[in-house]
């Protein structure tokens, strides 16, 4: 399966779709998304930040690049 870093945390992690998995029928979960911030940026990130993202505002870029300075 292919993977891609988390913009978040850095950490690798799977993601579905490609040539990657034509040969096998192994499944793996997604284990992030892109998502469109309010400030327009996109940004890959795994699960676990998502959820560490604030809920109290409009997500901007400025809170993914905090995401590594909080633990998780």
Sequence with gaps: MASQPCDGCGTSVSIAGGIANIWTQKARPTE?????????????????CIDRLPDDHE?????VA???????
């Design 59 to 63: 997500v901007t870029a400025a809170d």
């Design 66 to 72: 905090a995401l590594p300075e909080e633990s998780p």
């Design 32 to 48: 992030g998304i892109v998502l469109e911030l309010g400030d327009g940026t996109e940004h890959f990130l795994c699960y676990s």
